[in-house]
């Protein structure tokens, strides 16, 4: 009696922890890759040493690779290698930076090309883009483009109008523009996006990024900013 008493507490146990930490019966092993990838990236971007950064970007995207040869099809197998790639580009910077740059630009424009099945992933392709757009320099040394960045940022927006990373990127290109007043707005829309309950790390990493720009733009800007709506303009 005590021992069957002790293997239904074990039982009980072990069903509790099941429905409480993410696993790959829960999620399939596709979204559990997927997310030790994001997780993986937000500890090394926003909790480790930048002394450490390079060797831990560069293991991650041996991993990344992997990943996205064996699903070939998924968007967001693409679109999570080109996003470390990149990262890793700006640890190594110089010319083999830029090579891995336009090769990540090549691998988010084939993830654009697969359709995406939800709103999340469509978004996050077109805001990877516009951010490779208006960072990387333009003719003749790369292929950056104003223009079409902000074309990119606002596909983000219009996808995910609330979403975190979409308008912290619009909110960095327009406080680049010196359109502070725009991104201001922006800013104080990334800070305030819901939750995403598996991203705890990069969600506090990015929100505290979208405060100290917040602070810049609000410095800058000489129109209030506390009743402003995403359709005003700076003119």
């Not at 800013?187 to 995403?196: D, M, N, S």
Request: hydrophobic fraction near 45%.
């Amino acid at each position: 009696m005590v021992c069957m008493k002790h293997v239904l507490l074990t039982l009980i146990g072990l069903y509790a922890a099941l429905l409480t930490v993410p696993s790959a019966w829960a999620m399939g092993d596709y979204g559990a890759e997927l997310l030790a990838i994001q997780h993986t990236w937000a500890e090394i971007k926003y909790r480790m040493p930048k002394s450490e950064r390079r060797n831990a970007f560069a293991s991650l995207l041996r991993k990344a690779e992997s990943f996205q040869h064996m699903y070939p099809d998924k968007a967001d197998a693409m679109v999570w290698s080109a996003i470390v790639l990149y990262n890793y580009a700006g640890e190594v910077r110089g010319i083999k930076a830029l090579g891995m740059v336009k090769k990540s630009y090549r691998i988010l424009h084939r993830a654009e090309k697969v359709n995406p099945k939800s709103l999340a992933s469509d978004a996050l392709i077109h805001t990877a883009l516009g951010q490779l757009y208006y960072k990387i320099p333009g003719w003749p040394i790369a292929f950056g483009d104003d223009t079409k960045a902000e074309k990119y940022l606002l596909g983000g927006i219009e996808r995910t109008p609330h979403g975190l990373d979409a308008n912290y990127f619009m909110g960095d290109y327009l406080l680049r523009k010196k359109q502070y007043h725009r991104a201001a707005i922006h800013l104080r829309q990334a800070i305030q996006a819901p939750a995403r309950a598996q991203r705890p790390i990069a969600d506090a990493g990015r929100k505290a990024d979208a405060l100290k720009l917040l602070r810049q733009a609000e410095a800058q800007s000489i129109v209030p900013l506390q009743h402003s709506s995403p359709e005003q303009n700076d003119g």
